[in-house]
């Protein structure tokens, strides 16, 4: 007999060093299939997990030792949501209007930022939290 969820979460804490990442989407890919989500769909989430963790990592937290990435999974009405949390000092902050994923790969600026595109292109919804006191949050959205 198969478990129907309304609602659930679940955290986890891993510290701001490359390769722990994998922990990350490894739980939260458990988490999804348990909540009865595609396996061609969790896959998706896997890859928008490690690099929102990754950023999280390098860019927000700057690979200082001692800081940490929290990541925050809720589902609640046919949806998951995953935010991560890190503590960097350092705030996301674009502005310009990014490039394409197709202009990047055509020449026309640097790669730096496809991790962001990636994450667009395979996640229903995905974004910075604009009103964050502390670090930055990007939070993940996938719908059944």
Not at 46 to 62: F, P, Q, R, V, Y
Not at 63 to 82: A, D, K, M, Q
């Amino acid at each position: 007999m198969k478990t129907t969820y309304h609602s659930a979460s679940m955290e986890l804490s891993i510290p701001s060093e490359l390769g722990y990442e994998i922990i990350a989407r490894d739980a939260v890919a458990t988490f999804a299939l348990r909540l009865g989500f595609p396996p061609e769909r969790v896959e998706d989430l896997k890859t928008a997990l490690s690099e929102a963790c990754i950023n999280a990592i390098e860019h927000g937290n700057l690979l200082t030792p001692g800081l940490r990435v929290h990541v925050v999974c809720v589902y609640e009405h046919e949806r998951l949501i995953v935010e991560i949390h890190d503590q960097g000092s350092q705030r996301y902050a674009c502005t310009t209007t990014p490039l394409t994923m197709a202009q990047k790969v055509a020449g026309l600026g640097s790669l730096r930022g496809m991790g962001l595109l990636l994450i667009e292109q395979l996640m229903d919804e995905a974004g910075f939290l604009p009103e964050v006191q502390d670090g930055n949050c990007f939070r993940l959205a996938l719908y059944r």
